[in-house]
Every structure is written in structure tokens, then in C-alpha cells.
């Protein structure tokens, strides 16, 4: 029997994908133009399951994964700016890396290409998972 | 029998807006983020542009004495740390150092 003062740490290390969704959870995909010169494009993800408790979130292009395509992403409401450095605002997202995040914190965010920077397609991929 | 339970995935405090904090080629000085709402737990900071140096014991960052923050690089932070955070650009950096800052919870 357990002593009264003993305490569990309980961690939620590792998320596994929505039971029911196939292909191990649900991918949905959002599109940014990237040929040409393209301009600023803000996307939301509107659609992720009530259920769903964590999201991984990662950058594919077609520059082959090169970990040269980013996007800024803002969660406090704002839109992100992608002018000079110096009044840039967000959270660069980057190829190459899987991000974890909580699914309310990726219902709040706002994501933006930087045009600047950008010169291939990019597609952010959203997989929904459970803890 | 108490259990702690961590919440790894914290999600944005209702009403705090990040801060941002730039510092070109030419800024030496040392640099703080303002104050963070009271049910703030965790920051979630975005290094862009170049490296920065950081030191929480209360020195002012040197490029040989503090934590280097690489550029491209998500750090997460209690609050309790980062309002004790220094900052200061490494002085060979060529780029502005841009940082973001996001308020998280439980």
C-alpha cells in the first residue's frame, strides 16, 4: 500500500496517434505559394479534432528537405511580421524538425510564410495525437 | 498517496502577447524581457538571425561567460528563469538577433 506522503511524478513523454484515425492519426495539409514572388500567406489549422491533446507539426517542400524553408508562427492572436529582422515577429519553424506542440496551442496559432526567403512550395503537415 | 503530474504540452496564457527583442550589429547592450502574466508557467523562446548569449545568475552575458542561444533554435524556459534572463548579442555575429518570446500554461 502506498505511503500517503509519496509522490508520482507522471510524465507524458511520448503522444500516440488518435485511436480510430488511420494512417497512424489524421495529416491535413495547407498550401503556401511559393513560385515566383510570392507574397505573405497567413494560414490556421480550423479543423482539429476536440479530442485531439497534442499536434505534430512539420515543414515539407520541395527543396528535398534541406531545412532551407521556414514559417513563423504566432499563438498570442497577433499576425506575424515578415519584414526586415528587425521588426520581425514569431516563431521560426524550420525543416528538419518535428514539433510538438498542445493541440489548443496550434488552434490559436497563426502561421505566415516569409516571403523573402521562401522559394519553394511549402506544406505544413498536421498529425493529431493523444497523450 | 500526492501525484505531480508535468505537462509537457502547454498551451498560450489567455491574454499575454509575446515580446520581442532585436539587437543589430551594433548593440552591445544588455537586455531584459519585460514582465509576464502572473499564470504564466513556461516561456517559449525563438532565437532567429544570430547567436545570443544568456546568463540567469544575475552577470551580464560575455561572449565566454553565458549560454549561447544558436539562431534557428526553440528554447522553452520556466517564467521564474527568464525573469531572471540576461541577454546580449555574441560580439562576431554578423546579423540581427531576433527574439521571441511566447507565454505558456498549464
Known amino acids: 500500500m502506498p505511503n500517503e506522503f509519496e509522490v508520482t511524478v507522471e510524465e507524458n513523454l511520448v503522444p500516440t496517434p488518435r485511436p480510430g484515425r488511420a494512417n497512424n492519426g489524421r495529416h491535413f495539409r495547407q498550401w503556401f505559394k511559393g513560385s515566383g514572388t510570392p507574397g505573405q500567406s497567413i494560414k490556421k489549422f480550423f479543423d482539429i479534432s476536440d479530442r485531439t491533446k497534442v499536434c505534430f507539426l512539420q515543414i515539407k517542400s520541395r527543396e528535398n528537405n534541406t531545412g532551407k524553408q521556414k514559417l513563423l508562427m504566432t499563438i498570442d492572436g497577433t499576425t506575424p511580421n515578415v519584414d526586415a529582422p528587425e521588426i520581425r515577429t514569431g516563431h521560426e519553424l524550420s525543416e528538419r524538425t518535428i514539433y510538438k506542440f498542445n493541440a489548443d496551442l496550434v488552434r490559436a496559432a497563426r502561421f505566415s510564410n516569409i516571403p523573402t526567403s521562401q522559394t519553394k512550395d511549402i506544406t505544413l503537415v498536421c498529425t493529431e495525437m493523444t497523450i | ?106
Open chain 2, 1 to 106: 498517496m500526492n501525484t505531480y503530474v508535468v505537462n509537457r504540452y502547454n498551451k498560450p496564457t489567455p491574454g499575454a502577447v509575446a515580446q520581442s527583442m532585436q539587437m543589430t550589429t551594433s548593440d552591445n547592450a544588455v537586455k531584459t524581457f519585460g514582465a509576464y502574466k502572473e499564470n504564466t508557467k513556461v516561456i517559449f523562446l525563438s532565437v532567429s538571425g544570430a547567436a545570443v548569449g544568456m546568463t540567469i545568475d544575475g552577470t551580464a552575458p560575455g561572449d565566454t561567460s553565458s549560454h549561447r542561444l544558436f539562431s534557428g533554435n526553440n528554447y522553452y524556459f520556466a517564467k521564474n528563469l527568464m525573469q531572471n534572463a540576461k541577454f546580449k548579442r555574441i560580439s562576431t555575429g554578423t546579423a540581427t538577433v531576433n527574439l521571441y518570446a511566447s507565454e505558456m500554461t498549464n
